[in-house]
């Protein structure tokens, strides 16, 4: 099968001994097009050939190998099917890693947004092979010094285990009723598919580092280099970022919903570039709701906050037994793995699956604010609505959306000779602007529902707004139209509107 047959191939890639920068842009057009040209080039490949191969720069780990299936021997693998470009590119792009400032592994993506190539290709990976449950043995469940210590304590010994798989656990010699009562409610199963591609990678995020109490945690977004012809990524951090940026966290999702539509739908599959197309353009079989664009949405569909904690405690549990010389990982108890997982799961759902994504500055290319702005004396009491008017259709593209931002960039600081872009307002409210006139008609359901719910629980969270925070209209501070009748008389029905308070 076709599918099976491109994961060869980006295995190979990785194998080559040389190394050198990409001269292709990083737009996941161009991941797409490695695609192709391996779909194109290996008509005849064997139908039981796995399809996109996930491997680093080195070789999988036992992690990986456990919960990836079809992985091919190097005396499988098709040599010759990419060019120069395409090759030297697979090689920048397949390993994501972060360090001196830059995230590697990274593609710019149709919608705007940051994608990590890695995690995207395991989520693809365990779908063309089927989403399925891994059983986690029972001794796996409780720490190996917990195991040991209960064993001790009955005058048994726990024969070390070599070579032991998934598979084959439930031959180790092991009573489970002197196991500690620590992994009652541990899970018994993780979900391959939310393993590769986010479980295990929340789950070591926010372990303890050697010799400190502070996990890392979430990672930062950051800026290209330029949009046309992205090269470098920039971070937008200075000190040691997590690795779990949210790139990564972007090309997780997809890689975790992509697998489980593969998973999910009829064989033979469409080709991977035909589905990536639509998944990054349009829609997949032309659902507009399944794209990149509503990956959080989606997400948060896929998986619940407790149910993703059980899944990032399930792989915590594995990788204690699979990698015992992690460092992160040693001598931690039951009970603390536990808590890892819980904090972990809620810091991805509230801080990052249920908010907006939210593009920098510099992903619209904006000029350079004019003069020294003030920094804010946060939280603030107040958010702003406003409507564009001009331009007056909503954008429905990030090129369009980013051009428009410039637009109004440019009239403000060139005609109005302010600072920068006015949605704001002075020092006591955030300002937001739905793109579009909106006097007569009222946005999207989904763009009121971002303005009236989404974003400002996601500011209460962070900080940025008051608890007791009030929702205006423009109109409600000067003299303009601004948001519009059709917008402004909808404001005026949410919960938190208020009514300008009279000087006495």
């Not at 726990?158 to 598979?167: G, I």
Request: proline letters at 8%; glycine letters at 8%; one cysteine or more.
């Amino acid at each position: 099968m076709l599918l099976w047959g491109c994961l060869f191939i980006m295995l190979d890639v990785l194998l080559q001994p040389e190394f050198r920068a990409a001269s292709l842009p990083l737009h996941m057009d161009s991941v797409i097009q490695i695609l192709a040209q391996i779909e194109q080039e290996a008509p005849i490949l064997h139908p039981t050939v796995p399809g996109l191969l996930l491997m680093s720069g080195s070789p999988i780990d036992f992690f990986q190998h456990q919960l990836l299936s079809g992985v091919p021997s190097p005396a499988e693998l098709q040599l010759d099917l990419l060019g120069p470009e395409l090759r030297a590119l697979a090689i920048s792009l397949i390993q994501h890693r972060v360090g001196s400032g830059q995230e590697h592994g990274v593609v710019l993506a149709p919608d705007g947004s940051t994608v990590a190539v890695e995690p995207l290709l395991a989520g693809l990976q365990v779908g063309l092979h089927g989403r399925r449950a891994m059983a986690i043995p029972l001794e796996f469940r409780s720490s190996p010094s917990e195991v040991r210590d209960a064993h001790k304590e009955k005058g048994l010994t726990l024969a070390p285990q070599v070579s032991t798989t998934l598979q084959d656990v439930g031959d180790i010699s092991l009573d489970p009723t002197i196991l500690p009562d620590v992994h009652a409610n541990s899970p018994t199963s993780v979900d391959n598919l939310l393993a590769v591609t986010l479980a295990r990678a929340l789950g070591i995020a926010f372990l303890p580092g050697p010799g400190t109490h502070t996990p890392k945690g979430l990672g930062p977004d950051g800026c290209w280099d330029e949009i046309s012809a992205p090269k470098t990524f920039s971070l937008l951090s200075s000190e040691s970022p997590s690795a779990l940026t949210v790139a990564f966290l972007n090309g997780a999702l997809d890689g975790a919903l992509l697998g489980d539509y593969l998973s999910r739908g009829p064989k033979p599959h469409s080709p991977l570039s035909h589905i990536l197309t639509q998944y990054y353009g349009a829609g997949v079989g032309g659902d507009p709701q399944f794209r990149s664009n509503f990956r959080r949405d989606n997400g948060a569909k896929l998986t619940s906050q407790e149910a993703l904690a059980q899944q990032v405690w399930g792989s915590l549990l594995l990788i204690q037994e699979l990698e015992p010389s992690h460092p992160h990982l040693v001598n931690l108890s039951q009970a603390q793995l536990a808590e890892v997982a819980t904090q972990a799961a809620k810091e991805f759902t509230e801080a990052f699956l249920e908010c907006p994504a939210i593009l920098p500055r510099c992903r619209w290319e904006a000029a350079p604010y004019r003069g020294s702005p003030r920094m804010l004396n946060l939280p603030l009491g107040f958010l702003y609505v406003h409507h564009t008017y001009e331009p007056h259709k909503p954008c429905t593209s990030f090129s369009q959306c980013a051009a428009d931002m410039r637009s109004m960039q440019r009239f403000h600081q060139d005609t109005r000779g302010w600072d920068d872009i006015g949605y704001r307002w002075g020092s006591r409210g955030f300002g937001v602007s739905i793109i579009g006139n909106y006097t007569a008609t009222l946005p999207a359901a989904h763009s009121l529902k971002t303005v009236r719910d989404t974003l400002p629980r996601c500011a209460l969270r962070a900080g940025h707004l008051r608890p007791d925070y009030t929702v205006q209209g423009h109109r409600q501070l000067v003299h303009t139209d601004c948001p519009g009748d059709a917008l402004y008389r909808h404001i005026s029905t949410w919960p938190r509107f208020g009514e300008v308070k009279k000087k006495a």
